[in-house]
Each structure stands twice: as C-alpha cells, then as structure tokens.
C-alpha cells in the first residue's frame, strides 16, 4: 500500500491518473465492503476507465462506514450541519495521508504557509468539532510560525489589529472565513484590501443565502479586494481546490471532476453543460475515491465551476440552495 500511496502523489499526466485510479478502484472494490455492496448491486464491477467508473452517493457517509478495513481510523472528520441533522462521517485511516495532500495543494495554489500570516473566522466549525477544514488551517497556521497566525472566532477587533500588525512584517496576509462570518466582519467595513479572503462553507443558516457572486461581490465591496477566492471541499474528501480571480477552482493533479447528468447518474456531460458533480479523489485511498457530491457545476477546460446546490440538499459545507 505503500507504493499505491507514494503513486498518488507522484501522478503528472492524465494517462497516470488514468492508471492510478484504475489501481485504487480495483483496491476499493476488493476492501471496502459499502463500494463493493453498490457496485455489484449495479453489476458494474470492471469499469475499462475512470469514465465508466460508479460514484458512490455522498449521503452514504451519513449512513455508513464508507472504509476499506476495520482499523480504528486516526482522526473522525464530521460535516457541519444544523441542530438534529445527520452530520456526515468520515473515518480517515491515516492522517499523514491528508496531510501529504492539503499541504501541496495550498502551498501550489494559495502559498507557502512560512511566508504567511493566516488568520481564521470558522466559529461554527470549531464549535461543532471533528471538522476537517479546522484540522486543515490549524495545520497551516502552525506552518506559518507567527504568533499572529490564529483563530479569531468572534473577536473582530483582534483579527483587524492582527492584520493590521501582519502588514508592518511583509508578509502576505491570508483570511480564511466561513460566509456568514465573513458578512458578519464586512458590516464593519474594514480595509483589508491587502490580504487574500478565502470564502468557505455557507451560512450554517445564521443569515440568508446568497448566490456567489452576490456573497464575493459584497465582501470585494466592504474589504476593499479585487477578487474573493473561495475553497472546494468536504468532510467526505482529503482533497480542495482553489479559486481566484475568475471563480473557477484549479484541481490538484489527483483529483478530477466529471459532471453526470441531474435525471441520469452514470450519463457524464461534456464541458460546459451544468450538472452534478463526481469528484475523483485519489488521496481517499482508506475510504472510497469516487463520489457522487449534491453539488451543481460544470467543467471549463481543465478547471471547473462550482453552480450550487441541489434541491433539498442538506445544508452544510458550501452550500447554496438552488431553486
């Protein structure tokens, strides 16, 4: 397994990913006995490519434990969600694995953390726990080595004196916030136009939903930016992408997107048609690689667009209810 996992990370061409996601299948489909369960009940055990290849239905880590053994996992990851709401779970084999896969996926996209200050409003992440994204920035803040690195909750004035010290250092400044705390920060309408806002989750229902691009064109407004980012991921994935200027998220090399028909779940579309999205996650070696998200997007080259959510999708994670 060892090689399987060093393999990952070592993909560079499509044709790699190819065979890389062939192995893993093959892998998932003998040790992970909910993959293996749905994919004979569809009689579609040997996909020839990773187009033929069945994404599980995310609601299944909700219902069940979605691993390729009965090891005890390292770390429990659950999904934000409101009160009485089933919270996904995710029961993640090795954390080093998740790890080797958000640390390069951020430094490539966003920076390297050591030269960055990385400030973070995720109140209703940590006040839930077991919240992968918390895991992830807390990791990232500790790379950074800066005391002004932290969480700041519901502390606005002490992030905004935060950035404001950060700024006599140099070094580049980096917010990540959850929507509604980010709105919550721009009623101030602090200059942060220096730092790079990274957009995550929803409202968590603390305030209306909003489309995208009323949210970023609110915040690009009250902060002062060009451009809101916003990150792609979930408690059922190890893998994020990024977005920046032009609102369409980068994938790391073994991670894909395939977007399936909303009326057909195995007819895939070609770029540039909206529907739901498969995600292909390699570095989810231990759970299952193939999923079939509530999300709407299409593809636009090698990189794609995040539309929303499906209707009477659970809200939780990026979330948008479209309708």
Not at 48 to 58: F, Q, V, W
Not at 233 to 239: H, I, K, R, V
């Amino acid at each position: 397994m060892k090689q399987l996992e060093q393999a990952i990370f070592e993909i560079q061409t499509p044709a790699h990913f190819e065979q890389v996601a062939l192995e893993i299948f093959a892998y998932q489909y003998q040790n992970n006995r909910v993959y293996a369960d749905y994919l004979d009940r569809l009689g579609r055990p040997a996909p020839a490519n990773t187009r033929e290849i069945p994404c599980l239905p995310i609601s299944f880590f909700k219902t069940h434990a979605v691993r390729t053994s009965d090891k005890a996992p390292e770390v429990v990851f659950m999904s934000s969600g409101t009160t009485g709401m089933i919270r996904s779970t995710h029961g993640v084999e090795k954390a080093a694995l998740y790890e080797k896969s958000f640390f390069p996926i951020y430094k490539e996209q966003i920076g390297d953390p050591q030269e960055q200050i990385i400030l973070a409003l995720l109140p209703n992440y940590i006040e839930q726990g077991n919240s992968s994204l918390v895991y992830m920035v807390d990791h990232l803040i500790k790379a950074s080595n800066n005391p002004r690195s932290g969480f700041y909750l519901d502390n606005p004035e002490e992030l905004l004196h935060a950035y404001a010290e950060g700024l006599k250092t140099g070094k580049k400044i980096i917010l990540f916030g959850v929507s509604y705390a980010l709105l919550d920060l721009a009623d101030l309408k602090p200059d942060l136009s220096r730092a790079i806002i990274i957009e995550t989750g929803g409202m968590k229902g603390r305030r209306k939903e909003l489309t995208k691009e009323e949210l970023h064109a609110t915040l690009k407004e009250a902060f002062g930016v060009p451009y809101i980012s916003s990150e792609y991921g979930m408690t059922e994935l190890l893998s994020q992408a990024y977005s920046n200027r032009d609102g369409l998220f980068d994938l790391p090399r073994w991670m894909d997107i395939q977007i399936r028909d909303v009326n057909d779940p195995f007819a895939l579309l070609e770029a540039g048609k909206t529907g739901g999205i498969n995600v292909i996650d390699l570095a989810n070696l231990y759970s299952c690689a193939f999923i079939a998200t509530q999300d709407l997007g299409k593809r636009a080259g090698a990189q794609f667009q995040w539309m929303g959510r499906f209707d009477h999708a659970d809200i939780r994670g990026c979330n948008l209810l479209v309708g």
